[in-house]
């Protein structure tokens, strides 16, 4: 299975990485894969739809729903270059994904990226009420770091995201 989630996780760095490039976009990369297939894919479109939902694993669970006519995707695996907000994880958690492989975490980005109080989203899948979603991170953390400010960098609180 590591191979496979270096793989998929490559995929998910390649959408980041679009998604830096286009504006409007933001370098965050999502992708779902079930049964060794693609569901659904994307990069985070907040900026481009107006939409503060917009992150990129709401995307690609949204496409992955479309696509299978269904609101759950059991026996799915969610990719994320970046460890998953508290609304992503959530969202993960109600569409009974299988399981969330994350690159960068909490330690290896610079805190903007996360939510003020110290609130970690992992706590959400130890505290669900279902114990058949599991979750890895550090898959490729290097390389999805190296997408965003790292954990010491000097940036105004101006400038800061989600400050």
């Not at 992955?64 to 995707?73: I, T």
Request: net charge negative.
């Amino acid at each position: 299975m590591v191979d496979q989630d270096q793989q998929w996780m490559r995929r998910a760095l390649d959408l980041a990485q679009r998604g830096d490039v286009r504006p409007g976009a933001n370098p965050i990369g999502c992708v779902i894969v079930r049964d060794g297939a693609a569901l659904a894919e994307g990069y985070n479109e907040v900026d481009l739809r107006h939409d503060p939902t917009a992150h990129a694993e709401i995307v690609a669970i949204r496409r992955a729903g479309e696509k299978l006519q269904c609101p759950e995707l059991r026996g799915a695996t969610l990719y994320s270059t970046l460890q998953p907000c508290g609304m992503c994880t959530m969202a993960s958690i109600w569409a009974k994904v299988g399981r969330i492989v994350y690159g960068a975490g909490r330690d290896d980005v610079h805190a903007m990226y996360f939510e003020d109080r110290h609130l970690d989203t992992l706590d959400f899948i130890r505290d669900a009420y279902r114990d058949d979603i599991a979750i890895k991170g550090g898959v490729l953390a290097a390389s999805c770091a190296r997408l965003y400010a790292p954990p010491d960098a000097d940036i105004p609180e101006g400038e800061q995201v989600n400050r």
